[in-house]
């Protein structure tokens, strides 16, 4: 998958337009329009979309994505969270080979922390 498709998946689950990353990333319209018809971004560029999307440089090029091992229900677990910090971690834990039954457990541990 290229880099475009896999922006274009992450916008998709995010309900974003490739207008709004641009805004948000201080990307200019001709840049994220040239992006998006399948240009390879400048490392800064695309660690700026990845840091909007919340997701890896490393993700959009076609490497690991914590996404894959998670289930949806998983997903939407971290994002009633809405703790970043929360999600940086497991998003590190993952990049580092742990398990996704050690992020599900992770996450269990996480809803039953008290506020």
């Known amino acids: ?5 896999k ?13 709004q990353l641009g805004r948000i990333a201080g990307l200019s319209r ?8 399948g240009h390879i971004p400048s490392e800064d560029t695309l660690a700026r979309i990845a840091s909007v999307l919340e997701v890896t440089p490393g993700y959009l090029r076609g ?7 998670l ?11 809405r703790c970043l910090p929360y999600l940086r971690l497991v998003r590190g834990l993952a990049e580092n080979g742990v398990t996704a ?15």
Not at 1 to 5: A, K, L, S, Y
């Open 30 to 37: 001709p840049t994220m329009s040239r992006i998006m018809r």
């Open 1 to 5: 998958m290229n880099i475009d498709e």
């Open 7 to 19: 922006i274009r998946g992450v916008l998709n689950r995010r309900g974003m337009t490739p207008a």
């Open 71 to 81: 289930t949806g229900e998983d997903l939407l677990t971290l994002a009633d969270l």
């Open 101 to 115: 039954e050690d992020l599900r457990k992770l996450i269990d541990i996480l809803e039953k922390a008290p506020d």
């Open 63 to 69: 490497g690991y994505t914590l996404t894959t091992h």
